[in-house]
């Protein structure tokens, strides 16, 4: 085999992306990377804010009850605490750690509000598509806290923490089949290599939020600061190489759905018409 097929084999950056400050909710200060602009989507990903302060007064007033139809929330938190309701009679509070995964489905009405704890609050949500077939299920969660989750150490100087999917024999709790999602958080330290297989022909990104990475190999290889997005593509083989100092970072990838978006604000459908009437839903309550 040639040096270039082997190449070849190697998943590579295909694009980088930088987020846009924004706000939302009752004024809670954020980066918007998918979502915005340069990157409006990543099917399934819809869109990724990461949130990350130690000054209360940006985020305090936390997100206020608000409506979702249509697809899945993931909320990952790295410091803080949040209190969650939604109008099903639903309440918890995610820990520093935990993980909150919800089907908005056919639809609710919830608050998300920061609890103060050491004046830290840092982590990310994102939202993931659901298929056509499956926008009006039934709303549900599934919620870890920190301790449930499972850590890989698929080699020396590599911790692997399994949101959804595998390491090795390390399975994740979260389980979404029409997505199929992995969702990993991962810390090499200074010098360190890895190659994880991906799943083929899914969408994949990178995220680095302490450190800068190495991807891929040979020629191909590029440099993925601190806070870039990296789309990733081209083979299935990652490769992975701290630069420099430690690193830290979520990787994720997704089965693509293929279908028609139709989004407005909270609610992602599959035409104008179910679009509408989402917003007639929430109006007359029968969310």
């Known amino acids: ?84 309701r939604d109008n099903h009679g639903n309440e918890g509070l995610l820990t520093s750690g935990a993980v909150q995964w919800m089907t908005a489905g056919s ?19 994102l939202w993931i598509n659901l298929p056509a077939n499956l926008k ?45 999602p992995t969702y990993l958080d991962v810390g090499l330290d200074a010098g360190t290599e890895w190659e994880y297989e991906l799943p083929a022909e899914y969408a994949a990104f990178l995220y680095p939020f302490a450190g800068s990475v190495i991807v891929g ?19 299935s083989r990652l490769r992975l190489k701290a630069d420099g100092g430690p690193v830290r970072m979520i990787l994720l990838a997704g089965r693509p759905l293929r279908e028609p978006i139709v989004r407005y604000g909270p609610f992602v459908m599959s035409t104008k018409q179910d679009l509408m009437q989402a917003f007639v839903d929430y109006q007359e309550g029968r969310f």
């Open 1 to 84: 085999m040639s040096t270039d097929t082997i190449r070849d084999t190697y998943t590579h950056v295909i694009r980088k992306v930088r987020g846009q400050a924004t706000s939302d909710g009752a004024g809670v200060k954020l980066v918007r990377v998918i979502g915005g602009p340069q990157l409006p989507d990543l099917d399934p990903f819809l869109m990724l804010d990461e949130f990350g302060t130690d000054r209360p007064e940006d985020y305090i007033g936390g997100f206020p009850e608000h409506p979702h139809r249509g697809f899945d929330t993931v909320t990952y938190m790295l410091e803080g605490r949040m209190r969650h």
């Open 107 to 125: 639809g609710l009405v919830h608050s998300e509000m920061p609890e103060q704890e050491s004046g830290r609050m840092r982590g990310f949500q």
């Open 136 to 180: 009006m299920t039934q709303p549900r969660y599934q919620e870890f806290a920190a301790g449930s989750i499972p850590v890989a150490h698929p080699a020396d100087g590599v911790t692997t923490k399994v949101i959804a999917g595998h390491v090795g024999d390390v399975v994740g709790p979260i389980a979404q089949p029409s997505t199929d």
């Open 217 to 235: 190999e040979g020629q191909d290889a590029r440099t993925v600061e601190t806070q870039a997005l990296a789309v990733l593509g081209g083979g």
